[in-house]
C-alpha cells in the first residue's frame, strides 16, 4: 500500500472552518504540494468562500459534510466552542485512514475520538500565524489512533509553514501559550518599542521599521548563532552604558515576571476552555443548535 505521507499524490485536503488559522494551513499545503483541486475549505458565509476561492482557487462550501466526504485529511480549525457540533456533524462522513487534523487550542485528542468513529487517527497541531509567511512554528501530537505515517502526513501539510515540532499532549497547553499566542505578545513588544521611539522623537514609520528590524534581527542572530539570549543580552550591555540603563527600568517594571504571568494565564485559560467543553458526546439525534447551547450555558461564554 503506497504511504501517503511519502507518495507524489496526496490526499484530498478538507479545511473546515477557513478563518485565520484555517486559511494559512491551507495557504501552507498548497505551498507543500497539495494542488487547489485537491482542497476544499468550509465556511459559513457566501463572502468569505468567495474571497478564499479568488485568492488560492480552492474549492469552497458551507456543507462541512459534503466536504469531509473522500477526504484524507479533514482539518479542524473553528473554535473550540463550535468544535462538538461540527464533529457531531460530519463523523459519520469520515471515511477508515482518514487523519483529522486539529489546530484548536485546548482540547485533547480524546475529545475527537470519542465523538468520530472507532479508530480514526486524530493529530493535534498548535501552530501560530507566522506561518503565512512560512516562519511560523507547529507543534504536534498524535491521538491513540495516529500512527508514524499520520504524523508524518501532517508534517508534510506544514512543511512549507516553517518548524514543525513533535511534542508530548500534555505539553500542549504550554506549546499553546508559548508560541500559538506568542506572536501577539512579540507584536505587542514591536508596538511598545516603536511608541518609545516616536516619545524620542522618531518619526512613526522610522520607529516602527527600527522596532521590527531589531526584533527580526535579534531573533535571527539566536537562530544562527544558538547563543542563549542572556548572554547575547550582556554583549549588549556595555559597562556603565546605556542598555544597562534601560534593561534596569524594565526589571522595575516587573516585566520579566508580567511575561510568567502571561503564560500562566494562557496555559489556564486553554485548560479552562476545554474543561468548560468536556463531557460525554451529544446523544444520536441531537440537533447541532442543541448540542451548541448546551457547551455555551457550560462556559457562559462567547469563546
Ligand atoms: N489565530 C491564531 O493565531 C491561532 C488559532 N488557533 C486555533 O484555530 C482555531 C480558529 O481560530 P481563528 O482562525 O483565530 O478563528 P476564526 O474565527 O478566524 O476562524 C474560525 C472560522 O471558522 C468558521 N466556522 C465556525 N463554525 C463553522 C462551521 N460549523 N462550519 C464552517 N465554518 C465554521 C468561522 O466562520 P465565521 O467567520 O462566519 O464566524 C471562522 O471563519 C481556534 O480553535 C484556535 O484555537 C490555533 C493557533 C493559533
Ligand atoms: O487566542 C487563541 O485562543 C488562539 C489560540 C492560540 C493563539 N490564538
Given at each position: 500500500?503506497?504511504?501517503?505521507?511519502?507518495?507524489?499524490?496526496?490526499?484530498?485536503?478538507?479545511?473546515?472552518?477557513?478563518?485565520?488559522?484555517?486559511?494559512?494551513?491551507?495557504?501552507?499545503?498548497?505551498?507543500?504540494?497539495?494542488?487547489?483541486?485537491?482542497?476544499?475549505?468550509?465556511?459559513?458565509?457566501?463572502?468569505?468562500?468567495?474571497?478564499?476561492?479568488?485568492?488560492?482557487?480552492?474549492?469552497?462550501?458551507?456543507?462541512?459534510?459534503?466536504?469531509?466526504?473522500?477526504?484524507?485529511?479533514?482539518?479542524?480549525?473553528?473554535?473550540?466552542?463550535?468544535?462538538?457540533?461540527?464533529?457531531?456533524?460530519?463523523?459519520?462522513?469520515?471515511?477508515?485512514?482518514t487523519?483529522?487534523?486539529?489546530?484548536?487550542?485546548?482540547?485533547?485528542?480524546?475529545?475527537?475520538?470519542?465523538?468520530?468513529?472507532?479508530?480514526?487517527?486524530?493529530?493535534?497541531?498548535?501552530?501560530?500565524?507566522?506561518?503565512?509567511?512560512?516562519?511560523?512554528?507547529?507543534?504536534?501530537?498524535?491521538?491513540?489512533?495516529?500512527?508514524?505515517?499520520?504524523v508524518?502526513?501532517?508534517?508534510?501539510?506544514?512543511?512549507?509553514?516553517?518548524?514543525?515540532?513533535?511534542?508530548?499532549?500534555?505539553d500542549?497547553?504550554?506549546?499553546?501559550?508559548?508560541?500559538?499566542?506568542?506572536?501577539?505578545?512579540?507584536?505587542?513588544?514591536?508596538?511598545?518599542?516603536?511608541?518609545?521611539?516616536?516619545?524620542?522623537?522618531?518619526t512613526?514609520a522610522?520607529?516602527?521599521?527600527?522596532?521590527?528590524?531589531?526584533?527580526?534581527?535579534?531573533?535571527?542572530?539566536?537562530?544562527?548563532?544558538?547563543?542563549?539570549?542572556?548572554?547575547?543580552?550582556?554583549?549588549?550591555?556595555?559597562?556603565?552604558?546605556?542598555?544597562?540603563?534601560?534593561?534596569?527600568?524594565?526589571?522595575?517594571?516587573?516585566?520579566?515576571?508580567?511575561?510568567?504571568?502571561?503564560?500562566?494565564?494562557?496555559?489556564?485559560?486553554?485548560?479552562?476552555?476545554?474543561?468548560?467543553?468536556?463531557?460525554?458526546?451529544?446523544?444520536?439525534?441531537?440537533?447541532?443548535?442543541?448540542?451548541?447551547a448546551?457547551?455555551?450555558?457550560?462556559?457562559?461564554?462567547d469563546?
Amino acid at each position: 500500500m503506497t504511504d501517503p505521507s511519502t507518495s507524489s499524490t496526496v490526499p484530498r485536503l478538507a479545511v473546515l472552518g477557513a478563518g485565520v488559522m484555517g486559511e494559512t494551513v491551507l495557504a501552507g499545503a498548497l505551498a507543500s504540494g497539495w494542488r487547489p483541486a485537491d482542497v476544499v475549505a468550509t465556511v459559513r458565509r457566501a463572502e468569505r468562500g468567495d474571497e478564499l476561492a479568488a485568492r488560492h482557487g480552492v474549492a469552497t462550501t458551507r456543507d462541512n459534510v459534503e466536504a469531509v466526504r473522500g477526504a484524507g485529511v479533514v482539518v479542524v480549525a473553528v473554535k473550540p466552542k463550535d468544535v462538538a457540533a461540527l464533529l457531531d456533524e460530519v463523523s459519520g462522513a469520515v471515511g477508515a485512514g482518514t487523519v483529522v487534523v486539529s489546530v484548536v487550542v485546548g482540547l485533547p485528542t480524546s475529545f475527537y475520538e470519542e465523538r468520530l468513529p472507532a479508530g480514526t487517527a486524530v493529530v493535534r497541531v498548535m501552530p501560530n500565524t507566522p506561518s503565512v509567511v512560512g516562519a511560523g512554528v507547529s507543534a504536534v501530537s498524535r491521538g491513540s489512533a495516529a500512527d508514524d505515517a499520520d504524523v508524518a502526513l501532517v508534517e508534510r501539510l506544514l512543511a512549507a509553514t516553517g518548524l514543525v515540532v513533535r511534542v508530548a499532549e500534555k505539553d500542549q497547553d504550554a506549546v499553546g501559550a508559548l508560541s500559538g499566542s506568542g506572536p501577539a505578545y512579540v507584536f505587542y513588544v514591536i508596538d511598545a518599542l516603536a511608541e518609545a521611539g516616536v516619545l524620542l522623537g522618531l518619526t512613526r514609520a522610522t520607529a516602527l521599521e527600527l522596532a521590527t528590524a531589531t526584533v527580526h534581527g535579534a531573533a535571527t542572530m539566536l537562530r544562527e548563532t544558538g547563543e542563549h539570549p542572556a548572554i547575547a543580552r550582556e554583549r549588549v550591555s556595555s559597562p556603565g552604558g546605556t542598555t544597562v540603563a534601560a534593561l534596569r527600568r524594565l526589571d522595575a517594571g516587573g516585566v520579566r515576571a508580567a511575561f510568567l504571568d502571561a503564560l500562566e494565564a494562557a496555559r489556564d485559560r486553554s485548560v479552562e476552555l476545554a474543561a468548560a467543553l468536556a463531557g460525554p458526546p451529544a446523544p444520536p439525534g441531537a440537533t447541532g443548535d442543541e448540542a451548541r447551547a448546551s457547551g455555551d450555558e457550560a462556559r457562559g461564554t462567547d469563546r
